[in-house]
């Protein structure tokens, strides 16, 4: 059996892959089996809960919620098993205390010794990572902060106070070294992915060898509009009440939206 986990991170394509791969659930069946985030909430649930706080007991936690989902799938030889949630690194940084993504590590080699407990030690098991170069991921990373909470921050000033977090090879090469004796580890860099009409799913399945034969492009969504960054911050550092900003925020995106700047065609660079 053939286990590929899939931990993100945040904001390096993996909504695009995820949503990619359910457009395309009838042409994929055959070759590639998937679990997202929806069918497995109590993993991730626990996930989270570990990289807010990074003890022992929630580790296992973790690990024994995931043995159980794993127990609600039938092993299978014929198709890869891809679990796909950038949440099986923990939170995205910069909500609720978490400054990076030092959770993953451990959350990816106890998941290897729930997959190999659960169906058996010949199974073999790949991580895969999506990355994005340090200012790229700082500056979606920004943006979706601003649109959710209340940052103040100026981009120079977060590119400088998240410097660490965005260091994603850092911690593929630490995953890498954790589990080098149960599992490969490997990553593929969202500029990679630029150009090419499939997106982040034609790099998985090239790197995988699952054919991608008969799958159309798919529009890329949530792209940031040119500008918007600096109307959300006003907001965030305006009088306004926490209501009265997130129903202003709201039509400032919903403005963006309307006029399709949220999306480009796929293949196009971002």
Request: include cysteine; charged fraction near 25%.
């Amino acid at each position: 059996m053939h286990v590929i986990l899939h931990p993100g991170f945040h904001k390096t394509g993996t909504s695009s892959l995820q949503r990619a791969l359910v457009a395309h659930d009838a042409i994929m069946a055959p070759r590639l089996r998937y679990v997202l985030m929806t069918e497995m909430p109590d993993v991730i649930r626990a996930a989270r809960k570990y990289s807010r706080k990074p003890k022992p007991v929630n580790l296992e936690a973790f690990g024994r919620g995931f043995e159980a989902f794993l127990d609600s799938l039938t092993p299978e030889e014929s198709r890869p098993l891809l679990i796909t949630s950038e949440d099986l690194s923990g939170l995205i940084p910069g909500k609720f205390g978490v400054t990076a993504y030092s959770a993953s590590t451990p959350l990816m080699s106890r998941a290897v010794d729930g997959v190999l407990r659960r169906f058996g030690k010949e199974t073999k098991i790949d991580i895969w990572y999506t990355t994005r170069s340090p200012e790229s991921w700082q500056r979606s990373v920004y943006y979706q902060l601003l649109r959710g909470i209340r940052l103040t921050e100026s981009f120079a000033e977060f590119q400088k106070n998240w410097a660490q977090a965005a260091q994603l090879d850092e911690v593929v090469e630490a995953t890498k070294q954790s589990v080098a004796d149960r599992a490969s580890v490997d990553a593929g860099q969202l500029e990679e992915c630029f150009g090419k009409p499939l997106g982040p799913l034609g790099v998985f399945l090239e790197r995988y060898g699952i054919s991608a034969d008969g799958l159309p492009p798919l529009p890329i969504e949530n792209v940031q509009p040119k500008g918007v960054a600096d109307e959300l911050l006003a907001i965030n550092r305006s009088e306004m009440s926490d209501a009265v900003a997130t129903e202003a925020k709201r039509r400032v995106l919903n403005k963006h939206r309307s006029a399709g700047a949220t999306r480009q065609a796929a293949g196009e660079p971002q």
